[in-house]
């Protein structure tokens, strides 16, 4: 990549649009919107484009898209994305070299996080990467012998749909814990935790032992160099990590303890860097 020119990096979600324009790995401008959510695929598709100009100017080599949605990384294609019903199976890719002119790299959320973590963050010294967004939703990008990777459908790391207790891991593991289980906001009760309020404080610890006990299952999967933990309740660490490590004691390898590294992301935008890493070498980092 011609390191003169930009490549455009976008986390797109159902929420909102959010275009970064990327030089020399900092992201320089921004642009955001929010997102039609229940428009047409041409009304969501026109505000996207209309974010994406925001950024674009004549020195772009490149786009890179994050999408919470299965991909066919080959064709660009995206299927099911979640929380906009009228895109079921979209064409992205194509639709966006026609409207921009340059080449353009569309991968899942999650997949892009791992990949901006290798890039640009804590991941960079690592060949074997979990990167785990915890949210809205639970997320899970590989990075394995150093090479992002996806599975046949884009769908490798869908650990929050494996099953657990009553439901699955992402019910117990992400914002859904407080806001299904709990009825309540983990962002919310985050801030009311950070200030005292024992009641947060301890629904924080009973969110780290199911984060351990699914960090125990990941371990016994992929075996990583480092988890690295990024989302809006990522910032919760400190609050539910003795707990969970506490899940995790019991681990049967314990060579695989001792060199066990956790991390919580520290990349400001790291959807935007992560979709803006995507070109870079065509999905080799």
Known sequence: MNQSGNIIGVDFGGTSIRAGKVVADKIVYTSKSNTPATGTESEVLEELYTTIRDCFDAETKAIGVGVPSVVDTQKGIVYDVVNIPSWKEVALRDLLVSKFQVPVFINNDSNCFAAGEKIYGKG??????VGMTIGTGLGLGLIINGKSYEGRNCSAGEFGMLPYLDSNYEYYCSGQFFSRFKNLDGIETHKKALAGNQEAIQLFAEFGQH????????LYAYDPDIIIFGGSLSQGFPLFEKSMYSEI???AFRNTLQNLKIEVSEIADSAILGAAALPMNEHVF
């Open 124 to 129: 960079k010294p690592y060949q074997n990467i």
């Open 211 to 218: 984060m351990g006990i699914a960090v125990k299952s990941m």
């Open 249 to 251: 004691e019991d681990f």
